[in-house]
Structure formats: C-alpha cells, structure tokens
C-alpha cells in the first residue's frame, strides 16, 4: 500500500516555529505531485504548500497566506518537510500531506489521491 505519514504537529506561542515532517511508504513517490494542506475546525481543506512535478520542471507554489513564513522541500527519499516560522493563531489546523502520480495544475483536495492522517498544530498564546 502506498502510505503518507505526517509528524511534527504541536501546541506553540506566536512567533515560535515548527517543522512537519510527511514520511512515504509502500511505493516511491518518484515522479508525484506532493502538498500541504490544511484544515481549521469548520473550514474547508485549503491548500498551504507543494510541489508539481512535470517533465520539464517542479513548481513549488504557496499559499498567499504563508508566503514568506513558511518553507517546503524534500529529501532525496521524496519525505516532505514544511518549515513554519512566524507561526500565528490563524495557522491554528490540522495539516495533511497528500501526493497524487504526475502534474497537478490545481489546489483542489480532490485532485490528490493519497492522504496522510493529519497532524493538529495548535497556536495560542
């Protein structure tokens, strides 16, 4: 089975940062479009940060809200991280990572065929 896994979730003050870290298994994820997505309680799943892959290039797109604050890459073994700084109670969400084969031209959840579980990142002072 192919399998996302997200880690790093926590209950931090404004300012503070945090790392969340998306752990594939099951099958390489070589040639996937990856994302961060995001879900407050009674909100839609909202796009934060990724990559889509094509054949002639990666884009790595985030959300207005994010930019500038947060940073997502990868490693050689396709984990996903997404780096936060400048965390705000607006970030306050569960973040699931999610990967779909090929090129992604949309940040609609539905575009993306595999989920990881969440995980709750809580801002408060």
């Known amino acids: 089975q192919a399998q996302l896994m997200e880690s790093g979730g926590g209950s931090v003050q404004p300012g503070d940062s945090l790392t969340l870290s998306c752990t594939p298994s099951?099958?390489?994820?070589?040639?996937?479009?990856m994302a961060w997505f995001r879900q407050a309680p009674g909100k839609d799943r909202t796009w934060v940060a990724g990559?889509?892959?094509?054949?002639?290039?990666?884009?790595t797109t985030y959300a207005e809200s994010v930019k500038g604050r947060f940073t997502v890459y990868r490693d050689s073994e396709n984990t996903m991280y997404l780096q936060m700084d400048g965390l705000q109670p607006e970030d306050t969400a569960v973040y699931f990572c999610?990967?779909?084969?090929?090129?992604?031209?949309?940040?609609?959840?539905?575009?993306?065929?595999?989920w990881g579980q969440g995980t709750q990142v809580t801002v408060s002072s």
């Open positions: 999610a990967a779909v084969k090929g090129t992604v031209s949309s940040g609609s959840p539905s575009t993306y065929e595999y």
């Open positions: 099951g099958r390489s994820f070589n040639e996937h479009s």
């Open positions: 990559f889509s892959w094509s054949q002639w290039g990666i884009f």
